[in-house]
Nanobody, 123 residues
Framework: QVQLVESGGGLVQAGGSLTLSCAASGGTFSDYAMGWFRQAPGKERNFVAT????????NYADSVKGRFTISRDDAKNTVSLQMNSLNPEDTALYYC????????????????WGQGTQVTVSS
């Protein structure tokens, strides 16, 4: 059974950086694309970034292009999201997810989800 566990969230000042990690287990992840979504209080869950496990192809939401970088570590079975130049609008619960297609930018395209890690950016 596929399990995804996020970590690395926290409180950071505007302009700062944070790196989120997603530890994946229980599957053959070369078959998957991994994604990050985020959900702010009272708002819907939105796509952030995705990476195809084989080949490392990436796709980003316009709101994070040039600031966020998604990457994967084959040896550790982890996916990371490096977030730079953070602003208060980036405050949200960030979720890791796995999909059998790329690029997958819609929630329904993902088969597995983590529990989320909170990112709070203070002004």
């Amino acid at each position: 059974q596929v399990q995804l566990v996020e970590s690395g969230g926290g409180l950071v000042q505007a302009g700062g950086s944070l790196t989120l990690s997603c530890a994946a287990s229980g599957g053959t992840f070369s078959d998957y694309a991994m994604g990050w979504f985020r959900q702010a209080p009272g708002k819907e869950r939105n796509f952030v970034a995705t990476i195809k496990w084989v080949g490392g192809y990436t796709n980003y939401a316009d709101s994070v292009k040039g600031r966020f970088t998604i990457s994967r570590d084959d040896a550790k079975n982890t996916v990371s999201l490096q977030m730079n130049s953070l602003n208060p609008e980036d405050t949200a619960l960030y979720y890791c997810a796995a999909a059998r297609m790329f690029p997958a930018t819609r929630q329904y395209e993902y088969d597995y989800w983590g529990q989320g890690t909170q990112v709070t950016v203070s002004s």
